[in-house]
Nanobody, 125 residues
Framework: QVQLVESGGGLVQPGGSLRLSCAAS???????MGWFRQAPGKEREFVAT????????NYADSVKGRFTITRDNRMSVVWLQMNSLKAEDTAVYYC???????????????????WGQGTQVTVSS
């Protein structure tokens, strides 16, 4: 079992950058990790995912080229670097984990077992 804690959210102007962190309580070597977000009145949506080794990543079309997901298994941390932020990126961002086989990535919220409490990202001038 793993507990996840997100940090790094805040208020940023359009075009700005933020880096979100997800710290896990235990080892994440065997976990595929993901980032999701949920805006008010909307369903939780996929943002990015990274395989156990970090060799495979997938992104939502809306963030491709702007967001980057990385991980450090020794530190049990996953990051989401967000650049060129837009107002439509405003949401609560969640980190998620699932015990998975090597190379697996998952795009659906229901595929994940463990979730953090979320961190608010607001993009506004």
């Amino acid at each position: 079992q793993v507990q996840l804690v997100e940090s790094g959210g805040g208020l940023v102007q359009p075009g700005g950058s933020l880096r979100l962190s997800c710290a896990a309580s235990g080892s994440i070597f065997s976990y595929t990790m993901g980032w999701f977000r949920q805006a008010p009145g909307k369903e939780r949506e996929f943002v990015a995912t990274i395989s156990r080794s970090g060799s495979i990543t997938n992104y939502a079309d809306s963030v491709k080229g702007r967001f980057t997901i990385t991980r450090d298994n020794r530190m049990s941390v996953v990051w989401l670097q967000m650049n060129s932020l837009k107002a439509e990126d405003t949401a609560v961002y969640y980190c998620a984990a699932v015990n998975a086989y090597y190379g697996a990535t998952y795009l659906r919220p229901n595929d994940y077992t463990y979730w953090g409490q979320g961190t608010q990202v607001t993009v506004s001038s």
